[in-house]
């Protein structure tokens, strides 16, 4: 089926629209409309036709898609965390797939002719040009109205071509204005933007109205108009020129291999419109840890494809760049800010982006941190290095984003008073007012570094002079690495929402990142996306974030459970009961999370310095990573306190400082954030510090068990192989939350010495461990840490085969068999699960988890279900090793068998 767009050039046709109104109908989700019958004004002279379709003569249309429109088209073949299959990227497993309704009259024509309205024009086509949706929504009516016609533009070309239409004057850049009158035979829809990307993120409205709470207020709001909160609506992609991902988990770069940008840019193209979807406008493509040979002229033209790939979609090409590159690959012997060369040669380097890039956005800087060099080597301050930027970049209008994420990672944690949480307001507020107007400050959105449960970061009250950013991670590094379901918009909303109380005043984050609270230029949110190759992020659910990412910086008044139920609208299905249950779902994950990986402000408690994925607890202390939380025999939690801490809490403005100095009045659940107390410390629940410890991780563990249920009670109401993915997920976070729970309870129990007043931790009924069973082959080894192996040890094997054997000694009965073993990288190893000699169960350990050492990383629990067990039976696992993956075994569990998962 060809699709053809008509651009029409329109003159001012004296057409008065009469005075009806949108009247919205009571029965459907759809608008029955009425209108007084009126012809739609004329073209003054015939179509440019660039091409033109039927599909595009669509009524106000119900369609309805094929199911297959998710996964069902990309060859998803996924079983569980085992080999992630790469998968290609389509647009529709995000949440752009044909729109079950349409909210659209007629022929669609764009009166301009560049490529961002082509985009737009073509995005009304696409939407309504799948077969399926044709078959659905095209009517016996259709003759009847053809007539009709949706106009796109911007509000000077729509003013110019229909002097009648009473386009506002007043609309910003990329803010949309949604009109319509006429009847249902004949009518005119414009959308109007007030540039050229306003008319495109008008389009997408209305392609997403019919899916989204949007439409109440688009009934109440005619006609509607919208724009974005802020300004700055980034995605930073932390991809490296060989195409790996710093912190990605969806497989390798769309935009770079081998140390160029790729052939292939349709990826791009997609991504961009799927971008553009949610009003995102900019992209930085590369890791801020960034290779200075991108800006070599070379890198750059490859760039430029990038650049004009992206552009069509209103998405501006930015980078990350290497303070030093003047130095690094200029051949000077300096990169200091201060000296006149080196501005000379930004300012060359400038004027050459933009000789390729016109509309280039501009740069993203880390200096000064993790090993990035910055201006600290020349004494220079971070002011100095933004302005730097800043003034080659000001005469094309680009922007520096420099990061606040700048701190020492050697500092001294012997030091009770030293203390990376107050660095980015130590560094940086002293430099407000300095920076130049088109510097953005750029600031994580807490103090330390995107854990699952952080204080808002004082820094964003701390600059009152100076444009500011939010960075927020949608790339799940801290958060289970898109293996588990984390919906983070409820954390992001949070921190929006937060009022710092500057100056005595109402300032919550989402104004001051506006630049409203104080008045500032420019301001903005941006998210680490880290998309790849493989379905975008890997995971199909996890694409909520970014949608969320989207849809709160347009508008950070949007509630969590509002962007949840339209994501679940457009991606999985429209059935109540489908969005009911995924919406759920989604709110209840990051509470989960935090439940069972690090509660009470206690930051994300896994590997620091290596897979930021499993539990490892002591990984953040004794280190100059800084990370610490403090966790000793007397108590946990650190004093951030100005009277006996660190003074961090006195970062905040009087009112929020005075609440966090003291444990009796900080929340509970950023507690041991800012206090270190004994582990019989009652919270404001009553409960001590380590029952609640306790009791959080096995909650966490049980809702993250209960989200199995959920999903599976929506079998045969989604996409069957959707289904079966996220199902294969889901369980896996189930085991995985345990590895966590054990962990975490384990170690506090021996450090505090404390017991479970529920008598669960260190108890396990029907748990066998492995370094007690009859061992043939395997040999016992202590896992580090130790917490993460159920008392600390595991058995291995440095054979072709080994084999564990219990003697099954409880009562008769149907039992499910969970085998927790280690899935190493570097080979798959085979597992069996023998009873009395005949296999129950074989598996391949073949996913891709982190580690080629037995830890939580990869501690994996496969469950063999109702199996019929009597006294004197033998349980035997055999495993045989595969490449370096030795087949290490933790221990068994035999619980009595339930319908329910929750003893994944
Ligand atoms: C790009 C954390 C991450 C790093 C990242 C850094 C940053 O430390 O682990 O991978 O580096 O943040 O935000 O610069």
């Not at 750059?300 to 990038?306: D, E, F, I, N, S």
């Not at 007012?433 to 600031?443: D, E, M, P, Y």
């Not at 192989?721 to 021996?750: C, E, M, P, S």
């Not at 969970?818 to 190493?824: C, E, G, M, T």
Request: with cysteine; hydrophobic share 40%; net charge negative.
């Amino acid at each position: 089926m060809r699709n053809k767009i008509a651009f029409l050039s329109l003159c001012g046709v004296p057409w008065v629209p009469p005075v009806s109104l949108l009247r919205p109908g009571k029965a459907s989700t759809l608008p029955s409309l009425q209108f007084r019958t009126t012809e739609p004004p004329k073209p003054c002279h015939p179509e440019r036709s660039v091409a033109e379709s039927k599909d595009l003569r669509l009524p106000f249309a119900l369609m309805r898609p094929s199911r297959a429109g998710w996964i069902g088209r990309t060859a998803l073949a996924f079983s569980l965390v085992t080999a992630l299959t790469v998968s290609a990227q389509t647009a529709d497993q995000a949440w752009l797939r044909n729109p079950d309704r349409l909210f659209l009259f007629g022929k669609v024509v764009a009166l301009g002719t560049s490529p961002i309205e082509q985009s737009a024009a073509q995005e009304l086509s696409r939407s309504v040009s799948h077969p399926a949706s044709v078959k659905g929504g095209i009517s016996s009516t259709f003759e009847e109205r053809e007539k009709s016609l949706t106009v796109v533009g911007t509000a000077g070309e729509i003013r110019k071509a229909y002097p009648a239409v009473p386009v506002p004057g007043d609309l910003k850049p990329d803010e949309y204005w949604l009109w319509w009158n006429g009847s249902q035979a004949s009518s005119l829809t414009i959308v109007a933007g007030g540039d050229e990307r306003g008319a495109l993120y008008g389009v997408f409205a209305i392609r997403r109205l019919p899916a989204t709470a949007e439409m109440g207020k688009f009934k109440a709001d005619y006609p509607y108009r919208d724009h974005p909160a802020l300004p700055i609506r980034w995605v930073d992609e932390w991809d490296n020129p060989d195409g790996s991902i710093e912190r990605g988990y969806a497989g390798r770069s769309i935009f770079f291999e081998g140390g160029k940008v790729r052939e292939d840019l349709a990826p791009v193209a997609a991504y961009a419109r799927l971008l553009a979807s949610v009003g995102i406008n900019g992209c930085n493509v590369n890791n801020v840890n960034a290779a200075p040979l991108l800006l070599a002229p070379e890198s750059l033209q490859g760039l430029a494809r990038v650049a004009n790939t992206m552009r069509p979609w209103g998405v501006r090409l930015t980078l990350s760049v290497d303070i030093a590159s003047p130095q690094k690959i200029g051949g000077l012997s300096t990169f200091d800010p201060l000296d006149p060369a080196v501005k000379a040669w930004w300012t060359a380097k400038v004027d050459e982006i933009y000789t390729l890039i016109p509309d280039f956005a501009g740069f993203t800087v880390k200096a000064d941190s993790e090993g990035q060099p910055g201006p600290a080597s020349y004494g220079r301050t971070p002011a100095d290095a933004a302005n730097l930027l800043a003034a080659a970049l000001e005469p094309h209008g680009g922007v520096v984003l420099y990061r606040a994420f700048v701190y020492n990672h050697h500092a001294d944690w012997r030091d009770p008073r030293a203390d990376r949480a107050r660095a980015a307001y130590d560094i940086f507020h002293p430099l407000d007012g300095k920076f130049a107007s088109n510097v953005i400050v750029q600031t994580k959105e807490g103090p330390i570094d995107f854990q699952a449960q952080e204080p808002v970061s004082p820094l964003f009250a701390g600059l009152t002079h100076t444009s500011q950013a939010m960075e927020i991670e949608v790339t799940q590094e801290y958060t289970g690495q898109q293996r588990h379901l984390v919906y983070l918009a409820p954390m992001w909303k949070w921190v929006l929402d937060f009022d710092l109380r500057a100056g005595g005043q109402s300032t919550p984050v989402k104004q001051i990142i506006a630049g409203t609270s104080f008045h500032q230029p420019l301001g903005g949110m941006v998210a680490v996306a880290g998309v790849g190759r493989d379905a975008w992020l890997g995971s199909p659910l996890a694409l909520a974030n970014l949608y969320a990412f989207g849809r709160l910086a347009w508008d950070p008044n949007l509630s969590p459970e509002e962007i949840a139920a339209e994501w679940t609208r457009q991606t999985v299905g429209t059935d109540p009961q489908v969005v009911r249950t995924v919406v759920n779902m989604l709110m209840q994950s990051w509470p989960a999370y935090v439940n069972y990986t690090g509660p009470l402000g206690m930051q994300t408690l896994t590997d620091i310095t290596g897979s930021h994925y499993g539990p490892n607890i002591e990984s953040s202390e004794n280190n100059g990573w800084g990370q610490w939380h403090r966790a000793a025999r007397d108590g946990v939690g650190m004093d951030r306190t100005v009277a006996t801490g660190t003074g961090y809490a006195g970062q905040y403005p009087q009112q929020v400082a005075r609440l966090y100095e003291t444990a009796a009045t900080t929340p509970d659940n950023l507690l041991l954030f800012f206090h270190h107390v004994p582990y019989s410390y009652r919270l404001h629940s009553g409960q001590t510090v380590i029952q609640y410890i306790y009791d959080s991780h096995y909650q966490g563990a049980a809702q993250a068990a209960a989200l199995v249920d959920e999903w599976a009670s929506l079998q045969g109401r989604i996409d069957p192989r959707l289904f079966a993915d996220v199902k294969a997920r889901l369980q896996y976070q189930a085991g995985h939350a345990i590895v966590w729970r054990d962990a975490i309870v384990q170690y506090f129990l021996k450090l505090s010495g404390i017991p479970d007043e529920q008598g669960r931790a260190g108890h396990y009924p029907g748990r066998l461990e492995a370094e007690d069973a009859r061992l043939t082959g395997y040999t016992v080894i202590d896992v580090m840490p130790w917490e993460d192996a159920s008392a600390g040890k595991a058995v291995t094997c440095d054979r072709t085969n080994c084999s564990a054997e219990w003697t099954y000694t409880g009562a008769p009965g149907r039992f499910n068999i969970a085998v927790q073993y280690f899935d190493l990288q570097g080979g798959t190893a085979k597992f069996t699960l023998a009873i009395n000699g005949q296999p129950a169960a074989t598996w391949a350990a073949d996913a891709t988890l982190p580690s080629t050492r037995p830890n939580g990383d990869n501690s994996t629990r496969y469950t063999v279900r109702a199996v019929e067990l009597k006294p004197g039976d033998l349980l035997r696992v055999e495993g045989a090793p595969g490449g370096t993956d030795p087949a290490a075994l933790d221990y068994i569990e035999v619980t009595p068998a339930v319908a329910s998962s929750i003893q994944q």
